[in-house]
């Protein structure tokens, strides 16, 4: 497969990285190191599939002129739209021109999260109660110097987009009945630390995610009828440990498992292959993981907004 990165950014290079032998172009309309500006400049038999690391307000037209030719398409997230009609629309030109259009959550390729799936699957914790998350990196003044990220939303759309995609990973269907329960601007214009949640979904869910923890850190926890589950941070800040510890009773001291990882992180490489596959074909584009997203994102953005006075 023929690929082009459009967006030379940060994203952009990784990408082009792990695309490997598979890169055959760059696009970006300043950065020199391209060799287009545009991507109605590159020819368009030329290539198969584009990896898109653009900004949010860019994405809807590039991708209809993408998906439109046919080129399948690995999108950074999230995959923002002014209305579910928008996201719709892609889908069905996406269909008919037997193209995919993936929304990139590469976390869902981390080995805990894995494996903390398969755990959940397997009903070994019983009924779960409870879930909380937390996501945090010490981003702030960078995304306070770069106009387009430090606006609307904030950390919400950023990481809060991360989490949610991992609590529909995990736990499948869930009802939009998410609530802001905190958002600060501590040091940005946009909000840089957010906390919401559902207190109808099952588990009840906490989700708390910043941009003001000076050493970037993920942490979860998983209450269960017959024990716990526990992640501790990600192998791109390992060592990232699993552990699980299975309810004694009435009361006691749980037997505990740890699982620790030292490595490189390796979603980038398995999310690219992932969509290598979804790319072959028969397959077809499902938005409805987007469709989702977007809807929760916007009314908690505007919840969000509201606590601020913005």
Request: aromatic share 10%; proline share 5%.
């Amino acid at each position: 497969m023929k690929v082009i990165v459009v967006g030379l950014g940060v994203q952009g290079r990784k990408r082009r990285h792990f695309a490997g032998n598979d890169f055959v172009a760059s696009v970006d309309p300043v950065n020199k190191d391209a060799q287009y500006q545009s991507v109605e400049d590159v020819p368009v038999d030329s290539y198969d599939a584009a990896l898109l690391c653009v900004p949010d307000d860019a994405k809807l037209e590039l991708l209809e002129y993408l998906l439109s030719r046919g080129k399948h398409v690995l999108v950074e997230k999230p995959l923002w739209a002014p209305s579910d009609k928008d996201i719709l629309h892609l889908q069905d030109i996406a269909r008919r021109n037997k193209a995919i259009c993936q929304t990139a959550y590469n976390h869902r390729f981390e080995p805990h999260y894995v494996r903390m799936r398969d755990l959940i699957s397997s009903g070994d914790l019983g009924a779960l109660y409870r879930c909380r998350m937390f996501y945090g990196n010490g981003t702030a003044r960078l995304v306070r110097n770069s106009p387009w990220r430090d606006q609307g939303a904030g950390v919400l759309s950023d990481l809060g987009s991360h989490l949610l995609d991992t609590a529909r990973f995990w736990f499948d269907d869930l009802s939009q009945d998410f609530k802001m329960i905190s958002a600060n601007c501590f040091e940005n214009q946009a909000p840089d630390h957010v906390v919401f949640g559902s207190e109808t979904t099952r588990p009840t869910i906490e989700l708390e995610m910043t941009l003001l923890n000076w050493r970037n850190h993920f942490t979860c926890d998983i209450f269960g009828e017959n024990g716990s589950a526990h992640i501790t941070s990600l192998c791109k800040w390992g060592p990232s440990s699993f552990i699980t510890r299975r309810r004694v009773l009435p009361s006691g001291r749980p037997p505990e498992e740890v699982i620790t990882l030292t490595q490189e992180d390796p979603t980038w490489e398995l999310e690219y292959e992932n969509f290598k596959t979804l790319c072959a074909p028969g397959q077809e584009t499902d938005l409805s993981n987007d469709l989702w997203l977007n809807r929760l994102m916007q009314r908690l953005s505007e919840q969000a907004l509201t606590k601020l006075g913005q």
